[in-house]
Antibody, heavy 119, light 106 residues
């Protein structure tokens, strides 16, 4: 059974870069018909898709965040990462990593990591 | 961009049927997936490809999709079903989530 675990700082200063890593166990991220994705949830709000990466390294991002976001993958370590640049208080949210059956559903999620952007 | 609309809240009496809708233009031509999220927890997939239950999801959960509306139905609603429910589709290469519906079991 695949498991995902987010890690990274829970507090980031405004204008800096938010960097998170998702460690995947129980499945290889270098094979299979899966995307590896990031989703966030602002306090008390709904789910917002950030972007995804395929094991080949191909990425696709939410157009509303595309100018500030990058996702990378390290198949050897079984990890994929999120970088969100020039953060503001509006980026304060719980960030989830998830596995996506290609162009279908998000079938496995990490527990989420809360990130606060401070001024 | 493609939009999905969900009611903010829905209520159902204990043991009765809860119905949560998700609306979008020609939604019936897309595959709809549903997630349950309880407070403080990650979302959990409860229905995929309109009407398929993942293993471990009770048979009380079912889905349908036709025209402009997809529906998540929860039969014999229980207190443990109280949660937010989100629909999700793909729009070309983008992921679209509905705004979410809070289910209250009375």
């Amino acid at each position: 059974q695949v498991q995902l675990q987010e890690s990274g700082p829970g507090l980031v200063k405004a204008s800096q870069t938010l960097s998170l890593t998702c460690s995947v166990s129980g499945a290889s991220i270098s094979v299979g018909d899966y995307y590896w994705s990031w989703v966030r949830q602002h306090p008390g709000k709904g789910l917002e898709w950030i972007g995804y990466i395929y094991h080949s390294g191909n990425t696709y991002y939410n157009p509303s965040l595309e100018s500030r976001v990058s996702i990378s993958i390290d198949p050897y370590e079984g990890q994929f990462s999120l970088n969100l640049r020039s953060v503001t208080a509006a980026d304060t949210a719980v960030y989830y990593c998830a596995r996506v059956e290609t162009a279908v559903d998000f079938d496995s999620w990490g527990q989420g990591i809360p990130v606060t952007v401070s001024s | 961009s493609y939009d999905l609309s969900q009611p903010l809240s829905v209520s159902a009496a204990l043991g009765q049927t809860a119905t949560i809708t998700c609306s979008g233009t020609s939604l019936g031509s897309k595959l709809v997936h549903w997630y349950q999220q309880k407070p403080g927890q990650a979302p959990v997939l409860v229905i995929y490809k309109d009407n398929i239950r993942p293993s471990g999801i009770p048979e009380r959960f079912s889905g349908s999709n036709s025209g402009n509306t997809a529906t998540l139905t929860i039969n014999r609603a229980q207190m443990g079903d109280e949660a937010a429910y989100y629909c999700q589709v793909w729009d070309v290469r983008s992921v679209i989530f509905g705004g979410g519906t809070k289910l209250t079991v009375l």
